[in-house]
């Protein structure tokens, strides 16, 4: 059976993630191929449970390592009740947000260590990696105006961290680039959707070009 491609998201707040998503898969279905596109924490009844009391805004008490442990319960469920189907059918599946984002806001951004948390995740996804990651790089400030100007997005838990965390979050990024270039690829996210697009899609045609 032939197998798929798993490309991953990453990026802080605002930076786009779901609108360019959505706009590669609208234009590679057109095209003739089977696209899947999903996020984290959630795609699935379980995750999206787990979802809501990760991001709910009363659970600020939340402890760092409890909140780490929920995304890597939930991208488990997710991976083997959704993504390794899609991929065992041979689907291009676009996930918003995989391990790079535990690793940039839990593992550094929150201290608990980016060594650390990978290791949970590895027990989580048995080395399911993605073989592209883009990571939309934008500052924090840029973001969380853009965030405010999308009306109906409702405000969650890690809305409510101050600039200096979400600077950390960006930090962290920034340090998984150094530790996976061949994996994940930059792109300037504070350009247009259209522009944004563009480069990504062209980076999509690369990998599909060498399967």
Known sequence: MKKGVFITVEG???????????????????????????????????GEQIRKVILDKNN???????????????RRQHL?????????SGMIVFCDRFIDSSLAY???????GIEEVFSINRFAIEEMMPELTFYFDIEPELGFK???QHKGR????????????????????????????KRIYKIDASRTIEEVCKESKAKVKQLLDTK
């Open 154 to 181: 409702e405000v969650n838990r890690l809305d409510l961290e101050t600039m200096e965390f979400h600077q950390k979050v960006r930090e962290g990024y920034l340090l998984l680039m150094e530790r996976f270039p």
């Open 106 to 112: 839990q593992g550094y951004a929150r201290g608990l």
């Open 146 to 148: 853009r965030i405010k």
């Open 12 to 46: 802080p707040e605002g930076a786009g993630k779901t609108t360019i998503i959505g706009m590669l898969a609208d234009e590679l279905e057109k095209e003739g191929h089977k696209v899947l596109k999903t996020r984290e924490p959630g795609g699935i009844e379980i």
């Open 80 to 88: 083997v009740e959704k993504v390794k189907p899609a991929l065992e």
């Open 60 to 74: 600020t008490a939340m402890d760092p390592r409890t909140e780490a442990l929920l995304y890597a319960a939930a």
